[in-house]
């Protein structure tokens, strides 16, 4: 099992441009979540998916947009990308329903905007 | 709502030293605590977690107890390890069951 995979690893941004950031695990999880990590702030989560085809808002979803394409994939938009966005994006998952379970991480995504 | 608040490192410390890095929450009724930690280059890992009040967690060395009493969940090793050197977060899930919320982050630096 690869766990959870996310790609790319790195990214650099100009203002304005947009991307998307992947993830997916092979663990038959059933929630999945997006955090986004800054200094001296922990972690932050923006969005999660319970099951597939559902989504819910995190405490910092602003400037975001997800899909959950199936139960593998959970992907993160930035439809234009701020310097404020500047952070490293981890996606997580659990087996069961949200929060119940130990999360499981990714490696994380860099993402620098300029 | 819930908070975590952690000691600001970075900690350093040579090699069989004994570590403490402390963490207290807020939160009301009684969450579920944990400790992740994330070594370089990779993602966070669960290391320890406690479900009630005065279990301890245990993992690789590493314990921390429930004490609701002070509402702390401080992480302790006894002898720590170069290869201990990494970043840890404490964290709490509500008692709604729901989401995680993290402190800040420690980064533990061992020299051998």
């Known amino acids: 099992n690869a766990g959870v995979t996310q790609t790319p690893k790195f990214q650099v941004l100009k203002t304005g441009q947009s991307m998307t950031l992947q993830c997916a695990q092979d663990?038959?999880?059933?929630?999945m979540y997006w955090y986004r990590q800054d200094p001296g702030m922990g972690l932050r989560l923006i969005y999660y998916?319970?099951?597939?085809?559902?989504?819910d808002k995190g405490e910092v979803p602003n400037g975001y947009n997800v899909s959950r394409l199936n139960k593998r994939e959970f992907s993160l938009r930035l439809e234009s990308a701020a310097p404020s966005q500047t952070s490293v994006y981890f996606c997580?998952?659990?087996?069961?329903?949200?929060?119940?379970?130990?999360?499981?991480f990714g490696p994380g995504t860099r993402l620098t905007v300029l | 709502g819930d908070s975590v608040t952690q000691m600001e490192g970075p900690v350093t410390l040579s090699e069989e030293a004994f570590l403490t890095i402390n963490c207290t929450y807020t939160?009301?009724?009684?969450?579920?605590l944990f400790w992740y930690v994330q070594y370089p280059g990779e993602g966070l890992q669960l290391l320890l977690k406690?479900?009630?009040?005065?279990d301890k967690g245990s993992n690789k060395g590493f314990e921390a107890t429930y004490r609701k009493e002070t509402t702390s969940f401080h992480l302790e090793k006894g002898s720590v390890q170069v290869s201990d050197s990494a970043v840890y977060f404490c964290?709490?899930?509500?008692?709604?069951?729901?989401?995680?919320?993290f402190g800040g982050g420690t980064r533990l630096m061992v020299k051998p």
């Open positions: 997580a998952s659990t087996p069961l329903a949200v929060g119940t379970d130990t999360q499981y």
């Open positions: 663990m038959n999880h059933n929630s």
């Open positions: 998916s319970a099951s597939e085809g559902t989504t």
């Open positions: 939160a009301t009724g009684y969450p579920s």
């Open positions: 406690a479900t009630k009040a005065d």
């Open positions: 964290a709490l899930r509500g008692n709604a069951g729901n989401m995680l919320t």
